[in-house]
């Protein structure tokens, strides 16, 4: 299948500091990322949906301005989280939209694990 | 919207033996329903995926159902190993739209 990328694997800053996470689709070219979040034993949220070349769109309860998304090319999307705080420490994840052939497939990346102290 | 429920949320068993998992969806527009596996610090993987056009598919050892009546899709692994033990997630997807709903994982032990 095809490859997502995310970068860096996992990181650790000090609360109100701010942190990149880079999303990369590897083969294929992706319109749409996705970015969500995933606490212990549960399943994927949602945060928001990111279009190159446009404004992200976020999910309710989403703050925007301290989860900055940014799709600048077709194969890369960046999450920012700005002045971090413990409670945002999470595993991060992205997907990349593969609509080639018109077969419409969601492929993820690994994941980013944050930790603020 | 679209609901997605998943049972059971964890499911032990012993290697060999088979395993299967059960969603139900709500909403009668989802045409695309895709299995991802997650092992422990990654990210999703998918693994099979049905479309609303076919009632199964098969993959090796894993197989996905799919009763659009009844609005329920499940995913079977026949002879289970133990790196099989992962969390199972199954996703419904609306026609015209790309962004799925996931179910709330199940989690596959299989002991050796």
């Known amino acids: 299948g095809a490859v997502v990328s995310q970068h860096p694997s996992r990181v650790i800053c000090k609360s109100g500091t701010s942190v990149k996470i880079e999303c990369r689709s590897l083969d294929f070219q992706a319109t749409t990322m996705f970015w969500y979040r995933q606490f212990p034993k549960q399943s994927l949220m949602l945060m928001a949906t990111?279009?190159?070349?446009?404004?992200?769109?976020?999910e309710q309860g989403v703050e925007k301005d301290k989860f900055l998304i940014n799709h600048a090319s077709l194969t890369l999307s960046t999450l920012t989280v700005t002045s971090a705080h413990p409670e945002d420490s999470s595993f991060y994840i992205c997907s990349a939209r593969d609509s080639s052939g018109g077969k419409e497939t969601q492929y993820f990346g690994p994941g980013t694990r944050l930790l603020v102290l | 919207g679209e609901n997605v429920e998943q049972h059971p949320s964890t499911l032990s068993v012993q290697e060999g033996d088979s395993a299967v998992i059960k969603c139900t969806y709500s909403?009668?527009?989802?045409?695309?329903f895709p299995w991802y596996k997650q092992e422990l610090g990654k990210g999703p993987q998918l693994i099979i995926d049905?479309?609303?056009?076919?009632g199964e598919k098969k993959d090796q050892r894993i197989a996905v159902t799919l009763n659009k009546t009844a609005k329920h899709f499940s995913l079977h692994i026949t002879e289970t190993q133990p790196e099989d033990s992962a969390v199972y997630f199954c996703a419904a997807r609306k026609g015209g739209s790309y962004i799925p709903t996931f179910g709330r994982g199940t989690s596959l032990i299989v002991h050796p």
């Open positions: 990111s279009n190159e070349g446009s404004k992200a769109t976020y």
């Open positions: 049905i479309r609303s056009n076919v």
């Open positions: 909403d009668s527009a989802s045409n695309y």
